[in-house]
């Protein structure tokens, strides 16, 4: 399916008729279109979140909801959209992620609308344990393991052992989570997943990069 369904331009204009234009992005970026959210609707709500009188938490439910769609696009579009905001926005929003009991409810997602969909289903259910993985460790550790300063002088380097103790395990299950995406070269096959695999990529990067601080911190106790 190309071009945005009728069903996308009547959900985007009932969030601009409500007055908020922080949903209406939030739809935008997430229609029934296969391919990656568009970068100006991710700036807006990356832009959004650095601004004093944003609602977060309306910003989170938004997406929420549009990954309880029932097609995979809507939804896989909804787990990139909410990454992107998580990597690039204010760090507000994954405090607020981290806050909830539970985030995105999708062990059981499937689209069985055709072969494509059924496919793309599996790497949508790994990659929202991912994200749920994700806010999960925030609240354990009150940061994010991507996002920390790396290095000598950085967060898992200048640890104490009692929390790097802590911490590890916890980054040791992010890192499996994230590895559990397991695709392979030809099924990244669309402009969505391609958007996925490059953020999970970009995050796995530094993630190894907190592990092997926390490593040689280690090894420098003992």
């Not at 190309?2 to 908020?20: N, P, V």
């Not at 609308?113 to 806010?135: C, P, Q, V, W």
Request: aromatic share 10%.
């Amino acid at each position: 399916m190309s071009g945005q369904t009728l069903t996308d331009r009547i959900a985007a204009a009932q969030y601009q008729l409500t007055g908020s234009d922080m949903a209406r992005a939030v739809c935008k970026a997430t229609t029934h279109e296969v391919m990656a959210p568009k970068k100006k609707h991710l700036e807006y709500l990356v832009s959004a979140t650095n601004t004093t009188n944003v609602n977060i938490p309306q910003m989170a439910d938004t997406l929420f909801e549009r990954s309880t769609n029932a097609s995979w696009v809507v939804v896989f579009k909804a787990l990139v959209t909410t990454h992107h905001i998580c990597v690039h926005g204010n760090e507000r929003f994954i405090q607020y992620l981290a806050s909830r009991t539970s985030l995105f409810n999708l062990s059981n997602f499937i689209d069985k609308t055709g072969s494509h969909g059924y496919d793309m289903s599996t790497f949508i259910r790994r990659y929202a344990r991912y994200l749920n993985e994700k806010a999960f460790a925030y609240r354990q550790m009150a940061f994010d393991f991507t996002r920390v300063k790396k290095g000598a002088e950085g967060v898992m380097r200048t640890m104490t052992t009692e929390k790097l103790l802590k911490g590890m395990p916890v980054l040791q299950t992010q890192i499996d989570t994230l590895l559990e995406f397991d695709v392979h070269p030809k099924e990244l096959n669309n402009g969505i997943i391609n958007a996925a695999f490059m953020l999970l990529f970009k995050d796995l990067v530094k993630l190894f990069a907190s592990y092997n601080d926390g490593i040689i911190n280690l090894l420098g106790q003992y």
